[in-house]
Nanobody, 116 residues
Framework: HVQLVESGGGLVQPGGSLRLSCAAS????????LGWFRQAPGKRLEWVSS????????YYADSVKGRFSISRDNAKNTLSLQMSSLKPEDTAVYYC??????????WGQGTQVTVS
């Protein structure tokens, strides 16, 4: 059993920056892809970014490419998302997620990001 806990959300002005963090605890052994999803009010869940188990490969949605940067520290069991040049449309609850067996099936509780 593994738990993911996000932190770092908050209120920021357009053009500002925030850094989200996710700490994993419990059964963290093994090689897993990690990612970030977000859901804005009244909108569908959206994949934002993901990173391979070794951290060498990163992927981004077109909507955040060039503005967000994902990273992980396997020694500390942490995942981060550095967000820059934030826009009002980035407002959402952001979720840290772990992939198991090819499915995104371990989710954190989410952290609110508001750009206004």
């Amino acid at each position: 059993h593994v738990q993911l806990v996000e932190s770092g959300g908050g209120l920021v002005q357009p053009g500002g920056s925030l850094r989200l963090s996710c700490a994993a605890s419990g059964n963290t052994k093994g090689a897993y892809c990690l990612g970030w999803f977000r859901q804005a009010p009244g909108k569908r869940l959206e994949w934002v970014s993901s990173i391979s188990s070794d951290g060498f490969n990163t992927y981004y949605a077109d909507s955040v490419k060039g503005r967000f940067s994902i990273s992980r520290d396997n020694a500390k069991n942490t995942l981060s998302l550095q967000m820059s040049s934030l826009k009002p449309e980035d407002t959402a609850v952001y979720y840290c997620v772990r992939s198991e067996g090819g499915n995104w099936n371990v989710w954190g509780q989410g952290t609110q990001v508001t750009v206004s």
